[in-house]
């Protein structure tokens, strides 16, 4: 089958082949014939070194499609059943799983750091979280497959398999944003307008949207965003519509000064959710005087606080309502041949979400 390698940590190009294998699904495992893959920043920070990845991989972890094989003892999965990928699947008996917190999970998605999904002639090739949805199949455990109905476009659930959970969960899981309530979300790529719909689907009275891209603010406000601003604006904005900042700010971008930032946007008493996935080596200081004398909480929100199982399915709904837009945050339509300038335009920061249709 035809899948996207990368190399070397760092890369600037995919090498796509077509002799690549999946690893046949073991007992409790499902393989999937995928028919969209979303192209997420996370994939960018994995390339470039900013999360942890063993290579040669494949990357991509945002997808859906169509199972066509189950291993033993997969007994409420067929074979043609329509599936979303889910990268962070719980395990359900570990001490996270337990206290209700399945997003804290770490069983499966560590087995991707340890456990090869491909095979490139004689190579052992990793899948990007357990999972390398820039590939044409894929492999993954019993619970990393949600079904769902057939009356969902590949694209659209895709979508929901990490950049719109992710957004809308921060929202709606973490922050538990109440009607009435301001809210500033600093970045609006696919995971920061996902964010926007969720505080407009809680009933947030403001929604400010923050990106450096001017050209993203219009978009913000056909989202939902009821203000829209580059950083250097924010402060002289914030007087005008609060007077003294948001009761949540979140950090979709998490690098040391955008997490300032949201700290500062906060009012005292406030919240700064964290819902970029930052890197290893960046540090942000606080004083002990702020952080007590402020009031303010920092939140994370690691994959929007999902419980896959649960949360997908509602998040269709809300889709099928016509209450969360999806298609619309589409921008670009892609094969696996366009990886290249699909990462470039995402280091950029030009684009909102690309979709790899396989």
Same mark, same amino acid.
């Given at each position: 089958?035809?899948?996207?390698i990368?190399?070397?940590?760092?890369?600037?190009?995919?090498?796509?082949?077509?002799?690549?294998?999946?690893?046949?699904?073991?007992?409790?495992?499902?393989?999937?014939?995928?028919?969209?893959?979303?192209?997420?920043?996370?994939?960018?920070?994995?390339?470039?070194?900013?999360?942890?990845?063993?290579?040669?991989?494949?990357?991509?972890?945002?997808?859906?499609g169509?199972?066509?094989?189950v291993?033993?003892?997969?007994?409420?999965?067929?074979?043609?059943?329509?599936?979303?990928?889910?990268?962070?699947?719980a395990?359900?008996?570990?001490?996270?799983?337990?206290?209700?917190?399945?997003?804290?999970?770490m069983?499966?998605?560590?087995?991707?750091?340890? *456990?090869?999904?491909?095979m490139?002639?004689?190579?052992?090739?990793?899948?990007?979280a357990?999972?390398?949805?820039?590939?044409?199949?894929?492999?993954?455990?019993?619970?990393?497959?949600?079904?769902?109905?057939?009356?969902?476009?590949?694209?659209?659930?895709?979508?929901?398999?990490?950049?719109?959970?992710?957004g809308?969960?921060?929202?709606?899981n973490?922050?538990?944003?109440?009607?009435?309530e301001?809210?500033?979300?600093?970045?609006?790529?696919g995971? !920061?307008?996902?964010?926007? *719909?969720?505080?407009?689907?809680?009933?947030?009275?403001?929604?400010?949207?923050?990106?450096?891209?001017?050209?993203?603010?219009?978009?913000?406000?056909?989202?939902?965003a009821?203000?829209?601003?580059t950083?250097?604006?924010?402060?002289?904005l914030?007087?005008?519509?609060? !007077?003294?900042?948001?009761?949540?700010?979140?950090?979709?971008?998490?690098?040391?000064?955008?997490?300032?930032?949201?700290?500062?946007?906060?009012?005292?008493?406030?919240?700064?959710?964290?819902? !970029?996935?930052?890197?290893?080596?960046?540090?942000?200081?606080?004083?002990?005087?702020?952080?007590?004398f402020?009031?303010?909480?920092?939140?994370?929100?690691?994959?929007?606080?999902?419980?896959?199982?649960?949360?997908f399915?509602?998040?269709?709904?809300?889709w099928?309502?016509?209450?969360?837009?999806?298609?619309?945050?589409?921008?670009?339509?892609l094969?696996?041949?366009?990886?290249?300038?699909?990462?470039?335009?995402?280091?950029?920061?030009?684009?909102?979400r *690309?979709?790899?249709?396989?």
């Amino acid at each position: 089958m035809r899948a996207a390698i990368l190399h070397s940590v760092g890369a600037d190009k995919f090498e796509i082949r077509d002799d690549v294998t999946v690893i046949p699904p073991a007992p409790g495992e499902v393989r999937i014939r995928l028919r969209a893959t979303g192209v997420c920043h996370s994939d960018l920070s994995a390339r470039d070194g900013g999360l942890p990845q063993p290579v040669p991989a494949v990357l991509g972890h945002e997808a859906a499609g169509d199972v066509v094989e189950v291993g033993d003892g997969v007994e409420d999965l067929a074979v043609g059943d329509r599936v979303i990928a889910n990268w962070l699947p719980a395990c359900g008996t570990c001490s996270s799983c337990v206290r209700g917190e399945p997003y804290l999970c770490m069983a499966h998605v560590m087995m991707g750091y340890v *456990q090869p999904r491909f095979m490139l002639g004689d190579t052992p090739v990793f899948g990007m979280a357990g999972v390398g949805a820039f590939a044409e199949e894929i492999v993954v455990p019993r619970v990393g497959a949600v079904k769902i109905g057939d009356d969902v476009p590949y694209e659209v659930a895709a979508l929901v398999g990490c950049g719109v959970m992710t957004g809308v969960g921060a929202v709606i899981n973490t922050a538990r944003v109440r009607p009435g309530e301001t809210v500033v979300v600093i970045g609006c790529g696919g995971v !920061g307008i996902a964010a926007i *719909q969720g505080a407009r689907l809680s009933g947030a009275s403001t929604i400010v949207a923050v990106d450096t891209v001017e050209a993203k603010h219009d978009i913000a406000r056909r989202f939902g965003a009821t203000h829209a601003v580059t950083p250097d604006g924010l402060s002289d904005l914030t007087t005008e519509v609060t !007077g003294e900042g948001y009761d949540w700010a979140f950090d979709v971008v998490a690098v040391p000064q955008t997490l300032r930032t949201a700290w500062s946007a906060a009012r005292r008493g406030g919240a700064v959710v964290v819902v !970029g996935a930052g890197r290893v080596e960046h540090q942000v200081e606080f004083s002990p005087f702020e952080l007590l004398f402020e009031g303010k909480r920092i939140l994370s929100s690691l994959f929007g606080s999902a419980d896959a199982v649960r949360d997908f399915p509602r998040l269709l709904d809300l889709w099928r309502a016509g209450r969360l837009d999806l298609e619309g945050m589409i921008t670009h339509r892609l094969t696996l041949d366009d990886l290249d300038d699909a990462f470039g335009a995402l280091g950029r920061g030009d684009v909102i979400r *690309q979709i790899v249709v396989h």
